[in-house]
């Protein structure tokens, strides 16, 4: 009872300010445009900042151990799978693929890992190291493949060797040209180089961090809403076909699968038989894998143009699955001391 009380706890400010995201763009407060200008305003100001301090802050050797190898291997299969099944299943181009492997396995691991960590573990260092994994090998590979695939139509009509050249120099200015991927580079070599942050400037990047996540909850919100917002990718002008439709949800199942089911129990295997985990960090690497879908997968999908509508359901179905698999895993390896 009492870690099902916690799980609620935890899950209380997603689905609160989730809500007050609906209601917003259900009244229209905020004007049309506010899905678009508050999603750039997470993925290019507050999201760099709140990385740029974590990374900075953290031992990067921090995630070189048994946990984080098993907690990889979920991550890197099931990533493969989504990209993969989105591809040969549904029929997705290079950047819908990479948001179909990122919303089955990138994990929620800051608003939502954090406190059940806190609450079922005892403490949030595992997770600590998860967000680094994450945002230092996870974020640039899936970064890249969308700045691929959207960038592919560039010199379509010139020759191959000049559309080559494109994408090369489209892959190698990549880190200037995103925000996400140059605070990370600079939060390591901060941390690298052991520099300790001026006062005024970590406490700004703290501050404006903080906003990170509760914008992105509340964009996640206003996508909600059936109206199309004028100027912005939405999903609602492209036909709506039924069998379109039903292809959509048959997306979000199969990505909600691997999210939920299938990414905790390949860490159970590589953590239990394979790599023989002490009971303890088994536990921390089940339920981190556990997690659902953060919702960056919806705003990297947003801000490259794509169609946000597998994102956007896939964290929310995956947030409600996840209570009763974060349940299951808790209740079946027993909870920490």
């Known amino acids: 009872m009492a870690d099902m009380h916690a799980l609620l706890s ?7 300010l989730t809500a007050l995201g609906y209601a917003v763009g259900r009244s229209g407060l905020l004007g049309e ?33 048994p946990s984080m190898v098993a907690f990889a291997a979920g991550t890197a ?8 099944a989105a591809g040969r299943l549904f029929g997705r181009g290079t950047a819908d693929r990479a948001i179909g492997g990122m919303a089955s396995g990138y994990v929620n691991s800051a608003n939502l890992g954090i406190p059940v960590a806190v609450q079922v573990l005892g403490d949030a260092s595992f997770v600590a190291q998860i967000i680094l994994f994450q945002v230092l090998l996870v974020s640039p590979v899936i970064l890249t493949l969308l700045d691929t695939g959207t960038g592919a139509g560039t010199g379509a009509g010139a020759g191959r060797g000049t559309g080559r050249a494109t994408m090369l120099r489209r892959m190698l200015t990549m880190p200037v040209r995103n925000p996400v991927i140059m605070a ?26 903080a906003a990170a996540v509760p914008t992105a909850l509340i964009t996640l919100g206003l996508s909600l809403n059936v109206r199309p917002a004028a100027g912005g990718p939405t999903e609602e002008r492209e036909p709506a076909e039924p069998g379109a439709v039903s292809t959509k949800r048959a997306e979000v199942v199969v990505t909600v699968a691997l999210k939920t089911l299938l990414q905790p129990l390949i860490a159970l295997v590589v953590g ?17 894998s556990a997690l659902p879908t953060a919702q960056n997968a919806y705003i990297y999908a947003q801000q490259y143009g794509l169609d946000t509508r597998v994102a956007r359901n896939s964290v929310v179905a995956s947030t409600v699955v996840s209570m009763a698999t974060l349940s299951l895993a808790t209740w079946a390896l027993g909870t920490a001391p």
Request: charged share 10%.
């Open 10 to 16: 935890a899950f209380a400010p997603i689905w609160t």
């Open 77 to 84: 299969l099931v990533c493969g799978l989504g990209f993969a």
């Open 272 to 288: 239990g038989p394979l790599l023989g985990l002490p009971d303890h960090q088994l536990l921390a690497v089940v339920l981190c």
């Open 33 to 65: 445009q506010a899905e678009a200008v508050l999603g750039r305003f997470v993925f290019h100001v507050a999201m760099p900042a709140a990385l740029f301090l974590m990374v900075s802050r953290a031992r990067l050797d921090a995630f070189a151990n």
């Open 184 to 209: 990370s580079l600079l939060g390591v070599v901060v941390s690298a180089l052991g520099l300790r942050l001026p006062h005024a400037l970590a406490h700004s990047c703290d501050v404006l961090g």
